[in-house]
């Protein structure tokens, strides 16, 4: 967040800390604080130390670090940016302590960088203008359970994962699923998507509304303080802006999400297939068909053979198709046998279904786990990632183009994403301190989003709008 006007009112002066409450008064009043001036950076590039009593202030001095370490360890996530860390990083406990923080700085122009798990790929979280640090993983309640409404509260601190764990017994799950054990208040400002999506819809399907507070500290519920109605004609949307803003609108700090009942039975099938356009084919005729999947991967031959690798997988290294079907035994032995005629009529070979839960937790673990390990095919590279959303109708042709592209470019790279509904990632393997190569990824990267707007479709070449671990 970039935010740089007035100094405003503390929105909730009777929650401020003495000492705050002192420091606002002093500098809104008397103005013993110039513009800029207070949290003015020092000769070295750093906060001024009058500003870091004022951040004490808000959250404990146990709660602000300056300490190089740990502002590194904010200033990159898992991309192939380079580390640009924060001046400070924060860690507040409560809503009325990232109002406080947002008005201190908001009122200073001192830039904000929202911090969750730091599992992007993307580069997100590197403060490019240097700022605070704001890390929200303190803030780690699930607030409100209601069951017969399908709808939880969290504060932006749990994971996706941890909110699975806290629903296992209740007979419902959140379905959204990026790869990453990533903060699901960070899965809504990214407007996170995952494999789950072509039956379950990503993030942006899933918010029924938000706590956001705004760059001058003031709290807004985007639905209305309480709501989680599924539907709404009344007013305007303003959930569904703050889904994807990535920081740039306030910080989220509570998240209304829907849940969606556990499936009876799921069952989990691979098949490989002789080329990149046989796979691809097959997707489509299985939407075509309404198959009723659950979720349908795409690997290609360099992603099969660095899962193989890495997870310690035994498929063929060829274009792969991972699908997961979720309902009744009897549902699920039906769409299985749709699904294997259409892949064999593509020409699929070693079709394999398995329904045990190991299994099963084996085989996505290692789609999961593709970003690292075609980072394992050269170890000490960085790797780039791609985004490109297609037509369903465009995705056979324009999947094929672009793995001859890469092979003329002379780049590793591996090709893979959720096809089911049109997305797919190319992962590019990049020394960073060999120019030359890191100009043939750029160009690539161009060359890709070109040729995509240029056909009519949606494309966003450089960065992964639903995180990179949804690679």
Not at 226 to 251: I, M, P, Q
Not at 276 to 284: E, R
Not at 424 to 431: N, P, Q, R, S, T
Request: one cysteine or more.
């Amino acid at each position: 967040m970039r935010w740089a006007l007035g100094w405003p009112q503390c929105p909730r002066p009777s929650g401020c800390c003495p000492a705050m409450a002192n420091l606002l008064r002093a500098a809104a009043t008397w103005g013993l604080f110039p513009w800029r001036g207070y949290c003015s950076r020092g000769t070295q590039g750093e906060l001024s130390k009058g500003f870091v009593e004022a951040l004490k202030a808000v959250v404990g001095s146990s709660h602000v670090s300056t300490a190089v370490a740990v502002r590194e360890q904010h200033g990159h996530d898992e991309s192939m940016h380079r580390c640009q860390p924060p001046d400070a990083v924060v860690w507040p406990q409560n809503v009325e302590q990232v109002s406080q923080l947002a008005a201190l700085c908001y009122g200073q122009g001192v830039p904000i960088i929202p911090f969750g798990t730091g599992t992007g790929l993307e580069g997100g979280v590197c403060a490019v203008q240097g700022g605070v640090c704001i890390n929200l993983t303190h803030m780690d309640k699930i607030l409100e359970l209601n069951l017969e409404d399908f709808s939880v509260v969290v504060e932006p601190g749990v994971t996706h994962k941890a909110l699975n764990t806290h629903l296992r017994d209740s007979g419902l799950w959140f379905p959204v699923d990026p790869g990453a054990d990533a903060s699901l208040c960070g899965m809504v400002a990214t407007g996170a998507s995952g494999t789950n999506a072509v039956r379950y819809g990503t993030m942006r399907e899933n918010v029924l509304n938000l706590e956001v507070v705004l760059p001058g500290g003031e709290l807004l519920h985007t639905a209305g303080l309480g709501r989680h109605f599924r539907k709404s004609a009344a007013g305007y949307n303003l959930t569904g802006l703050f889904v994807g803003s990535e920081g740039t609108l306030g910080l989220i700090t509570a998240a209304t999400l829907r849940l969606h009942p556990a499936p009876e039975a799921t069952v989990v099938a691979t098949c490989a297939f002789p080329s990149v356009q046989a796979a691809v084919d097959s997707t489509v005729h299985i939407l075509q068909a309404a198959v009723p999947v659950a979720r349908i991967e795409f690997l290609d031959d360099v992603t099969m053979d660095a899962c193989n690798k890495h997870s310690q997988l035994n498929c063929s290294v060829a274009p792969t198709l991972f699908l997961e079907f979720h309902g009744s035994e009897q549902f699920l032995a039906e769409q299985l046998q749709r699904a294997e005629e259409i892949t064999q009529d593509n020409g699929a070979f070693h079709f394999s279904s398995a329904k045990e839960a190991e299994e099963r937790s084996r085989l996505w673990a290692a789609r999961h786990s593709a970003w690292y390990a075609v980072l394992a095919l050269r170890p000490g590279y960085k790797g780039y990632s791609t985004d490109v959303c297609v037509p369903i109708s465009r995705l056979p042709e324009i999947l094929v183009q672009t793995k001859e592209d890469l092979k003329a470019q002379g780049l590793t790279g591996a090709i893979l994403g959720h096809v089911g509904d049109g997305n797919f990632h190319c992962l590019l393997l990049v020394d960073p301190e060999d120019p030359e190569e890191l100009h043939r990824v750029m160009a690539f990267s161009e060359l890709l989003g070109r040729s995509f707007l240029k056909s009519s479709v949606t494309a966003t070449p450089q960065v992964m709008a639903d995180g990179l671990h949804d690679a």
